[in-house]
């Protein structure tokens, strides 16, 4: 069976292009950063592969943008019997691959882990620039007066309700609550 993952950083991008024209049998989609394993559909991915299958990917970058995950990803896969191809670089591994192939699977693989680490650079830069010429401010809370939040998760405090609650009540994450939870302790037995 022939297996396609596409990944995206954000839900508004598209992967169509990714695998157009490239014959496969099931797709797995994520719209997640590649900075990490931790992605629904790679997992799905990687659990469902079995002994013949083929893992096809767009490029190595949108299976893993760190070296070391692509390549424990490519071995643990190849170990398995399961075929990766990464249609970009024209590149297959089957678990028998010369030590040129592994060779160019780690420098391909440490240019998108740079990259990587390039953009969260110009990142930091640019917000620093922006900071300084008073430009950027940071996201705004997610609790706040202006929102009507911060009345309505004052009263269901009141009221005794759980975070979890309170959270779906209110149209935030738990973490969300918790923060502003020991924020209130904190103005509390600061008062």
Do not use: C
């Not at 997992?43 to 990917?57: I, N, P």
């Amino acid at each position: 069976m022939r297996l396609g993952y596409l990944r995206v950083s954000t839900v508004d991008q598209n992967t169509t292009r990714q695998l157009d024209g490239i014959p496969v049998d099931k797709i797995f989609e994520d719209h997640a950063s590649g900075k990490d394993t931790n992605r629904p559909q790679l997992q799905a991915a990687l659990e469902w592969a079995r002994e013949g299958d083929t893992l096809v990917v767009h490029s190595m970058d949108r299976l893993a943008r760190n070296l070391g995950d692509l390549l424990r990803i490519v071995a643990d896969l190849t170990n398995r019997k399961v075929k990766v191809e990464f249609v970009k670089e024209g590149l297959t591994f089957t678990g028998e691959d010369s030590p040129m192939a592994t060779l160019m699977l780690s420098i391909m693989g440490a240019v998108a882990s740079f990259e990587r680490s390039m953009i969260l650079e110009r990142q930091r830069e640019g917000v620093a620039l922006a900071k300084k010429a008073g430009k950027y401010h940071g996201r705004a809370p997610a609790i706040r007066s202006s929102n009507g939040k911060l009345e309505q998760l004052t009263k269901l405090t009141a009221e005794g309700k759980g975070v979890a609650e309170m959270a779906r009540a209110v149209g935030v994450s738990r973490q969300t609550v918790y923060s502003w939870l020991k924020n209130q302790q904190k103005a509390e037995v600061a008062a």
